[in-house]
Every structure is written in structure tokens, then in C-alpha cells.
């Protein structure tokens, strides 16, 4: 899976991309994961199975969804989880929206 994160300059994501590239690593997954300014989102269309988006950028969720449609699911990223650089629930949070994005 090919998980995407896009916040303000993609730089308060990279913590979050390290726990989740350890507990995916730690679950025997190999996912592809990391981190873009939101300004990048529509050129990385095709790149990612999911993008989830900073809480600090939830503002643009309704821009998001337009840029990318139906080719990914979109999500906010649970503010706790964000808060508290918890790779493993973020991890789950990504698997859950692409396992329902594939059961459509």
C-alpha cells in the first residue's frame, strides 16, 4: 500500500511517517509511506492508494476531495493520534480507509 500524508509544508507530518514506516516495518508490512506540502497533492495523483491529511490542513478536506475524486480515499488524521506520534493507530487508520475504499 502506498500511504500519503499531506500537511501545511510536509514537515510536521515526518515524525508521524517514522512511527508509521517502524510499525508497518514491526508488522512485516512494506508500505510505502511519507510526507508532502499539501501544495502537492494534485501532481501526486496515481502515487497513493491513501492520503491522509494533518490536522492542521483539515480545512482543505472539501479542496482535497475535489482534486482527488474517487481515485483514493481521504481522511483527516485523528488528532490524538497525530497529537501523540502514534504510528501504529495511524497505520490502522490508513488500512481501514483502503480496506473500505476496496469493499466498494
Not at 25 to 34: N, V
Not at 38 to 57: A, H, K, T
Request: net charge positive.
Amino acid at each position: 500500500m502506498r500511504i500519503m500524508l499531506a500537511c501545511q509544508a510536509g514537515m510536521s507530518t515526518s515524525l508521524v511517517v517514522m512511527k508509521m514506516k517502524d510499525a508497518a516495518k514491526a508488522q512485516g508490512k512494506d508500505y510505502k509511506i511519507w510526507a508532502v506540502d499539501q501544495e502537492m497533492i494534485e501532481s501526486e495523483l496515481g502515487n497513493f492508494d491513501v492520503l491522509l491529511l494533518g490536522p492542521q490542513v483539515r480545512h482543505i478536506m472539501r479542496k482535497v476531495n475535489k482534486i482527488v475524486g474517487d481515485k483514493a480515499p481521504v481522511a483527516v488524521i485523528d488528532p490524538v493520534s497525530y497529537g501523540r506520534c502514534d504510528g501504529a493507530a495511524v497505520l490502522r487508520q490508513a488500512e481501514k480507509l483502503y480496506e473500505e475504499k476496496k469493499g466498494e
